[in-house]
């Protein structure tokens, strides 16, 4: 069940129950009127229940439904995408879950510290392709990178965005009835000894590293706010 109400500061809140999926995230909604997109604050939320509710927006939503941006943390979590294979699983028990989702790709790590950005779009009403939506992404976050006056690039045989030989924002995504859910994730300041115990995305030795790294030391909620803005521009572009 959703209700709307208007804040003090004239910003949309958008209460979710525990039944829509996701349980105890703060949502701190804010209509972006000129991209028709709005951007959601989640905190910080399990993994599961926000699937589930991303599932469920995308099979509920109409030709008239908004397309929405949420933004949050998962507690650690290994994700394994639909094409996963078992060689690339943790190495170690670590006590972390292992999550099969409904995503492309292999198997990435989520934990605090990290950005995870769910875009769930209606790519037919944007006359949007999966590559052409990918390169947005990562071009996103290169633009987020350059900010801070470092270099990064995307490659094209490896979705993601890379600084040097390391990954610092993950890509994944679902398309259903022409819409899109899951997103990317990128690395600010965490512990990135998790990613150790797998294959990251699927590829055996693969080094990750992180904002932090790159001496940026912005909150997590400014680095949030400087991709958003990037990403909706790029998006009202297409």
């Not at 105890?24 to 399990?46: C, W």
């Not at 908004?66 to 699983?89: F, M, R, S």
């Not at 912005?218 to 572009?237: F, P």
């Amino acid at each position: 069940m959703r209700t709307e109400s208007k804040t003090r500061s004239g910003r949309l809140r958008v209460d979710v129950d525990a039944q829509s999926g996701v349980q105890h995230g703060t949502e701190s909604s804010i209509l972006n009127p000129q991209s028709s997109i709005l951007v959601k604050r989640l905190g910080r939320v399990d993994y599961m229940p926000t699937w589930r509710a991303m599932q469920d927006f995308t099979a509920r939503r109409t030709a008239e439904t908004a397309d929405e941006i949420w933004l949050l943390q998962h507690p650690p979590v290994y994700t394994l995408g639909v094409a996963g294979k078992p060689e690339h699983l943790p190495r170690v028990d670590n006590g972390i879950p292992v999550v099969r989702t409904d995503r492309g790709g292999q198997i990435t790590y989520h934990g605090s510290g990290q950005l995870v950005v769910y875009l769930l779009l209606d790519m037919r009403r944007r006359n949007l392709s999966v590559r052409p939506l990918v390169r947005i992404m990562e071009q996103s976050v290169i633009d987020l990178i350059a900010d801070y006056g470092a270099a990064s690039t995307g490659r094209a045989d490896a979705p993601g965005v890379y600084v040097g030989n390391a990954k610092i924002a993950a890509l994944g995504l679902r398309i259903k009835n022409g819409c899109c859910y899951h997103g990317l994730a990128l690395n600010a300041d965490m512990d990135l000894s998790p990613f150790h115990a797998i294959n990251p995305c699927g590829y055996p030795g693969l080094e990750v590293t992180q904002m932090r790294d790159l001496n940026v030391t912005d909150s997590l909620e400014l680095l949030s706010d400087k991709l958003t803005r990037h990403l909706l521009v790029r998006l009202q572009a297409n």
